[in-house]
């Protein structure tokens, strides 16, 4: 191998490229007897192969290559004074240092205008229209994008905060934040709690896909009516399926000392409302269902008809992926869902996510929850305050 390297370096002189290396062994007549091993080297002088270590030159990038290539073919090449030296390199001095400072500053600022860049090039507003972006925008863009509100959102939202304050200019980051979050609120829609009215029975259906928290929720909502607003509150629950649903729910209802019924179909499902028909409040629990399976989606279906639900709550998870949250809503909001949940806010890293899904579907919001605990990790939700949440990065 050393030798092999010191041909290329004759023949194609000092900055030649070694592009590749192997071992071959050629065989005698007929295949029979095994003769010496040969080295092949590929090498070029015309392909540029740059160097990983800013701060080597190619010369002693090279005398490195020489060494390891001998010492792996168990050959050493004479030592000199100069490669002893080179075999323990000395520090980096310091103007050495302060200029892989300002390299890697350099290509820091490389990066943020190919962002700009990118920005500039795509279409927004006008027209789409290719236009400069003043670095107080760019900096609320990337602060938009930082708390998981898409880029699609962040663009709008930064588009229509540059045309209102586009003649008195956007050197107050506080403010133009503030107008953000006032967009925001004017987005977000809410229902207020669920209205109960003495002597008339109100009956309140939660749905959603699997995993969501919808039987903690309805622990947190029935226990806050019964024991805070000493309402008459009864439970009714369909879920049937998940292993222990049922328990879990029945000990919710023993603490709290409240009625329950369970049904396992849309017609007992009738019957356990008229049971209820004297209660302020029933509150009831469905299975969760997966928005992809039409069969159990139209079961809820019958279930809700029967039950003649006066509102029927999606819950959702704050911590799922946006494309998930707008097709769950969209499905659900086929079945009649007229309320949103949000759960797990304390999950979330991010509310970002959730503001599609809120534009999608037009449903308003309810309540959000944000813990496990029963009665209290429940509030009733506010667009001031999920507009903060948002913007934040904070679900608390």
């Not at 509310?351 to 990790?377: A, E, H, I, K, W």
């Amino acid at each position: 191998m050393y030798e092999a390297l010191a041909l290329v370096r004759r023949e194609l002189g000092p900055d030649a490229a070694v592009l590749h290396t192997r071992e071959v062994r050629r065989r005698g007549f007929l295949g029979l007897l095994s003769v010496r091993r040969e080295i092949e080297v590929t090498a070029s002088c015309g392909v540029n192969v740059p160097s990983r270590l800013a701060l080597r030159s190619r010369a002693d990038q090279a005398a490195h290559i020489e060494d390891a290539a001998a010492l792996a073919s168990g050959f050493a090449p004479p030592q000199s004074a100069e490669a002893s030296s080179r075999s323990c390199p000395p520090a980096v001095p310091r103007p050495a240092e302060e200029k892989l400072s300002q390299q890697v500053q350099g290509q820091l600022s490389t990066l943020e205008a190919m962002v700009k860049d990118l920005y500039r090039r795509s279409k927004c507003g006008d027209g789409g229209q290719d236009r400069d972006l003043p670095d107080e925008l760019f900096r609320l863009f990337t602060d938009l994008l930082d708390v998981d509100l898409s880029e699609e959102v962040a663009r709008g939202l930064v588009e229509r905060v540059r045309g209102e304050f586009h003649d008195v200019g956007f050197d107050d980051p506080a403010r133009l934040k503030a107008r953000v979050a006032e967009m925001l609120e004017a987005e977000i829609r809410v229902s207020g709690p669920m209205q109960v009215t003495p002597g008339r029975c109100r009956v309140a259906a939660l749905v959603g896909p699997t995993g969501v928290g919808k039987t903690t929720t309805i622990a947190k909502l029935a226990a806050n009516f019964r024991l805070k607003e000493k309402r008459r509150v009864g439970l009714i629950t369909v879920d049937t399926y998940r292993i222990a649903a049922v328990e879990q729910l029945r000990t919710y209802a023993d603490i709290i000392d409240l009625p329950m019924l369970v049904v396992s179909s849309p017609r007992e499902m009738r019957e356990a409302v008229e049971r209820m028909s004297h209660l302020d409040l029933v509150l009831m629990d469905t299975a969760g269902r997966s928005p992809r399976d039409e069969v159990r989606v139209q079961e809820l279906r019958a279930f809700l008809e029967e039950a003649n639900a006066d509102e029927v709550h999606l819950v959702l998870s704050s911590v799922a992926a946006a494309r998930t949250l707008e097709e769950t809503a969209q499905r659900f909001t086929a079945i009649g869902a007229t309320a949103l949940i949000l759960t797990k806010l304390d999950e979330a890293t991010g509310l970002g996510s959730v503001l599609p899904m809120l534009r999608s579907s037009g449903l308003p919001l309810s309540y959000l929850t944000n813990g496990q605990n029963v009665p209290d990790d429940i509030e009733i939700a506010e667009p001031h305050r999920l507009a903060a949440m948002i913007l934040s990065g904070q679900a608390r």
